[in-house]
């Protein structure tokens, strides 16, 4: 069961079933309570608080509108855990994140200056022999891996560095080091994940993915950054708005 400390407060002006429903949902996002956790049925958990049953019903109703929880019949209330929306725009997933209230997290699996490849060299418009940083992240809500994140850069005035973008976002970063991002070309796909991959996310091998490749652009139209990223397809959506001719 799905049991968390809760001191609810009831000097605030926050209603309880409020604080009770934005602790679960931290605890959510977060990775405390992880999907297929089965929440306390409503009676136990108004033992617990100490409060009454419709006001425990009104916490968990906000969870279910929020995407957050189910509830089954014969199962009782589970975590499914939220998904990542995403619009499409030239943005840093680490803000995007931070915007909604998540705990991004993020290791650096590996991070050099190389010499780029033919592939990384033709989509950036470098010269052969050009050198590059090359870096490989995981990125994380809180305890739960999200997605692997491999770019290209050409090689700044100063190294970045593990802790930099351990403690950051990537665009964060580079705009220090003097990086400016205009625009991008994007595309999206699918694919299934290899067992390096679906290891590292925590999914089983052939789980879907969503797919990204994108190549951001200065104001000169100079390609700065070329990402290729890979996102658990449980937990991670574009919204795209579409208007009329």
């Known amino acids: 069961m799905g049991e968390l400390k809760i001191e609810?407060?009831?000097?605030?002006?926050?209603?309880?079933?409020?604080?009770?429903?934005?602790?679960?949902?931290?605890?959510i996002r977060d990775g405390a309570l992880s999907p297929g956790?089965?929440?306390?049925?409503?009676?136990?958990?108004a033992d617990q608080f100490?409060?009454?049953?419709?006001?425990i019903r009104q916490a968990m109703d906000k969870l279910v509108r929020e995407g957050l929880?189910?509830?089954?019949?014969?199962?009782?209330?589970?975590?499914?855990?939220?998904?990542?929306?995403?619009?499409?725009k030239l943005s840093s997933l680490y803000n995007d994140l931070q915007e909604v209230g998540a705990e991004p997290?993020?290791?650096?699996?590996?991070?050099?200056?190389?010499?780029?490849?033919?592939?990384?060299?033709?989509?950036?418009?470098?010269?052969?022999?050009?050198?590059?940083?090359h870096l490989r992240?995981?990125?994380?809500?809180?305890?739960?891996?999200?997605?692997?994140?491999?770019?290209?850069?050409?090689?700044?005035?100063?190294d970045m560095t593990v802790a930099e973008l351990e403690h950051d976002g990537l665009y964060n970063v580079l705009r220090r080091y003097g990086v400016e991002f205009h625009m991008a070309q994007q595309t999206v796909g699918a694919a299934a994940a290899t067992e390096a991959q679906a290891q590292l996310l925590g999914i089983e091998p052939g789980a879907p993915l969503v797919?990204?490749?994108?190549?951001?652009?200065d104001s000169r139209d100079s390609p700065v950054e070329l990402g290729r990223h890979v996102y658990r397809a449980d937990l991670y959506s574009f919204d795209v708005t579409l208007m009329h001719d």
């Open 105 to 133: 997290k993020t290791e650096v699996l590996s991070l050099e200056v190389t010499t780029a490849d033919d592939d990384a060299r033709e989509l950036l418009g470098l010269a052969e022999g050009t050198e590059v940083h």
């Open 137 to 158: 992240r995981l990125r994380s809500i809180g305890q739960r891996p999200l997605g692997l994140m491999e770019n290209w850069i050409p090689r700044t005035a100063a």
């Open 50 to 55: 100490n409060i009454s049953r419709p006001t």
């Open 69 to 88: 929880v189910v509830r089954r019949r014969g199962v009782g209330t589970q975590v499914v855990g939220p998904r990542v929306r995403r619009n499409l």
């Open 37 to 45: 956790t089965k929440l306390d049925n409503e009676i136990a958990l």
């Open 8 to 27: 609810v407060d009831r000097s605030s002006p926050v209603p309880l079933y409020l604080q009770i429903a934005e602790a679960y949902e931290r605890a």
């Open 211 to 217: 797919t990204v490749q994108r190549i951001a652009l």
